[in-house]
């Protein structure tokens, strides 16, 4: 399955690989200053594997070469934008096409949509926010109630106990995504249970073990990823059976995809790719935010102060939300800071040009985000976590261009950024969080940006 992706560092190189097996390129070069190709077959990817991922070998790529830059993937072109200014310049805001959808299918193999005509596109596309909005307001009380559940689970622990962030908020944010994705058959904890067993076997494989292709080569750990996807495949197929053509008084993600003109296999894959992609990306924006907090008291006191004024002694609501401008600085912050989807791509379909540089049709166009967020030039002091730039118009602006924010921010990320406030909004009316001491926490970079290792806080009730 998937031979092409067999040498892929990480899933984003399957993107690479995918895209170019779709829409085979010109081997040409252009003018655009980078590296030459280290190994005849595979170009440059020997230097990515050095590098460790991606984004780190874009980093290196666009500190030797500018902010424009090129690498080779086996003998095919790959372009790589590393400045605001460039991306201006390239980045359609009427897109169709969507980075996670993109990618995610074509590491599950799942080709519908990724060469359809772009009314197709379009409408699908159309179809999956609705659905998305629409199932965040119909689960808004159940991720209160998760985020408040939680905040029980912290209030009870000594203040000298280490809370394990990754752990938790993954369970939240797994439970959450479920019954907003799927509905109330995930109100079973032994549901929930199953289906993390599958997504963390899926995500697990995805993420490390299309390394090396070593999951080609071990047929053990091949045959237990084919199983757990076509495990999650069989619920999926069952939740639609369940739910099709009858009425919920919750309205799941699922629920929009059946009632709009879509066939089996379209629901199967876009309801696989929001309950693969909202469970990941929710953990992680949480968990940064709650690392990056504990960090700092004076943001911790601003954003309590914010929530006092709006909420009051009251729960949060969705139209609350919009309210908490510095609740959302401090998201927007997160995301820039912990470099949360550090890449993403298009592809050149008609021959372009970025300042005095040509790119050559069906070239690849990486966006080298994570590169981008931590330009000092676009963001002075860039590794600050400092919220107050979010004051600045222009900062919102840019955030907003690079699709991590604002109207231009994936369904996916509008779900995280929904259940981050609620679970921000539960613990810090209610708690202080404190950093752990001569704790070092390193990143992971793939599709989405992750701790490498668990990452801890303590918690100490506010008097």
Known sequence: MLDFVIFAVTFLIVLVSAVLYLYPASRQASGIPGITPTDEKDGNLPDIVNKGSLHEFLVNLHERYGSAASFWFGGR????????????????????????????????????????????????KKLYETGVSKAIQSNFSLTLKLADELLSKWESYPASQHVPLCQHLLGLAMKSATQTAMGSRFEDDQEVIQFRKNHDAIWSEIGKGFLDGSVEKSSTRKKHYEDALTEMESVLKKVAKERRGKSFSQHAFIDTLLQGNLSEKQVLEDSMIFSLAGCVIAANLCSWAVYFLSTSEDVQEKLYREFNQVLGKSPISLDKIEQLKYCRQVLNETVRTAKLTPVAARLQELEGKVDQHVIPKETLVIYALGVVLQDSTAWPLPYRFDPDRFNEESARRNLSLLGVSGSQECPELRF??????VLLSSLVRKLKLHHVQNQAVETKYELVSSPKEETWVTVSKRT
């Open 77 to 124: 072109l790959v372009v790589s934008l590393g400045s605001m200014d460039l991306l201006k310049q390239h980045i359609n805001p009427n897109r169709t096409s969507d980075t996670f959808e993109m990618m995610l299918k074509s590491l599950l193999g799942y080709q519908s949509g990724l060469s359809g005509d772009a009314a197709e596109s379009h409408m699908r």
């Open 416 to 421: 995280a950024y929904t259940v981050a406030t």
